[in-house]
């Protein structure tokens, strides 16, 4: 637990996980059984529970991305790299304005270019080195899941 806050740069070079290991399919197969239940579930559910499940969405998701710049201004390495200007960064953005606005052209966006992205970012990570008990390894494959659930 010593390390679950620490920054990649801080972090021993063989301390994080290889893509395609049991911690890596751990994340995309519950991800996946995750998003399949998620689709069952709003196929057979009444409205107004869908649409209370996407208003807590429309909630968690900026507070996923104020946590995590909140995590990094603590350990001092806010930096450029780290702004919230990436695809997967923004598409909380995107996917948040879609479930309060329900505008057409931001769900088209997050259908076309969002998802995708996100999908491909939990089969061929970017974050590799941070280990299994890390807030910036569990946040991103829950951040980039409730991506590719929603």
């Known amino acids: 637990m010593k390390d679950f806050f620490l920054y990649k740069t801080e972090l021993p070079m063989d301390s994080g ?20 239940w ?10 107004s529970k869908v649409k209370r499940i996407e208003w807590g969405l429309g909630i968690i998701f900026p507070l996923l991305e104020l946590t995590r710049t909140v995590v990094l201004i603590m350990n001092n390495v806010f ?7 990436h695809l997967c960064n923004l598409s909380l953005w995107i996917g948040t304005i879609y479930i309060w606005t329900k505008n ?5 966006v997050y259908i076309l270019l969002c998802l ?5 970012a939990i ?5 590799l080195r941070y280990p299994f008990w890390n807030y910036m390894h569990i946040h ?4 980039h899941g409730l ?4």
């Open 17 to 36: 996980f290889d893509t395609f290991e049991p911690c890596h399919w751990f994340w995309i197969i519950g991800i996946g059984i995750f998003s399949w």
């Open 38 to 47: 998620m689709g069952k579930f709003f196929s057979f559910a009444p409205k």
């Open 79 to 85: 930096v450029p790299y780290e702004y919230p200007l």
């Open 104 to 108: 057409c052209f931001a769900g088209v």
């Open 116 to 120: 995708p992205a996100a999908a491909l």
């Open 123 to 127: 089969v061929f990570p970017g974050w």
């Open 140 to 143: 991103n494959f829950i951040y």
């Open 147 to 150: 991506v590719v659930a929603l």
